[in-house]
Structure formats: structure tokens, C-alpha cells
């Protein structure tokens, strides 16, 4: 699911970059918003795998603090405290999590296609590319969130 989430994401990101192509289009804001993507999405599973399944009872049940639905709100809330604490530091430490995001994925991917097979691998990465298309279709498709809204205003009002 990490893999394709990360697909997901990637391909929103690219979508929004080839509907603004021809515009003022700066492609730094569509990468951090793609790598603190993959940060979100690896940062459970890279830490499962740090701290081993330790959370795990001898009946098999997981314990909620090492569950996957935890550490993900628990990875938004570092991440927007940070981003709150960076106007009062002044450091920004976005680049350690863009590349610990996008090494992370890269890692679990390898790992992944390793374990599924190539002819599984393809499949399953062409329904996400699918997917992530017909997501920003969906939510670009219609007045004030498409990517040309202010462009728009222009030719109708």
C-alpha cells in the first residue's frame, strides 16, 4: 500500500504539472508537496520496521501506539509542529524529510517488486498511475479547485 500511495501521489503531482503546463508553473511547490507525500506515507512503515513488531502481543493483536493509523496522525502532527516551530527557529528542516520520504520510498519500492514479481509489479503500479488520474480528475474537475481557476476567471467570470 506504501508503493501505491506514493504512485498515487506522484501522479497527482504530475497531472497538476501538466495542467498548468504553459503557465507561470514553478515545479519546487509540486515537489515538496509530492516528497512531504512520501514522507507521510513511509513514515509508519519505516517505523514499524525500526521498532521492529515489538508492539505486537502474544495473542497477535498490534498494540494502538504501533498501529498504522497512529503513527500516521502522529506523523502529521510532528510535521505541523515543525512547521509551526520553523518561523520561531528559523531552521527548516524540510529537505532531511523530503529525502529521508523519498529515499524511504525508493527503498520500500525495490523491496516490494522484489517480493511481487515484475508481472504483478506492472499491473499493479498501471491501476495506481490509473487511479491517481482519475483522483485528479475528480477533484481538479470542477470550478475553484481545477489548477486553471484564476486562468478561468479571465474567460467567464
Known sequence: MVVLAGIVAATLGGVYALLRAGFENPAAPILKSVCLSLFLTTFPFVCRTFLGRSGQGTDG??????????????????????????????????????????????????????????????????????FGCWTAGVVWGRVYKNPLFVESLIIDG
Open 61 to 130: 493483536r498490534v498494540h494502538w501506539a504501533s498501529s498504522y493509523a497512529f503513527l500516521w496522525l502522529a506523523g502529521f502532527a510532528v510535521t505541523g509542529l515543525i512547521g509551526r516551530l520553523v518561523p520561531i527557529v528559523g531552521i527548516n528542516p524540510f529537505i532531511a524529510f523530503a529525502v529521508a520520504g523519498s529515499v524511504a520510498f525508493v527503498l520500500i519500492s525495490v523491496r516490494w517488486i522484489r517480493d511481487q514479481g515484475a508481472a504483478r509489479s506492472i499491473a499493479y503500479v498501471v491501476s495506481a498511475v490509473a
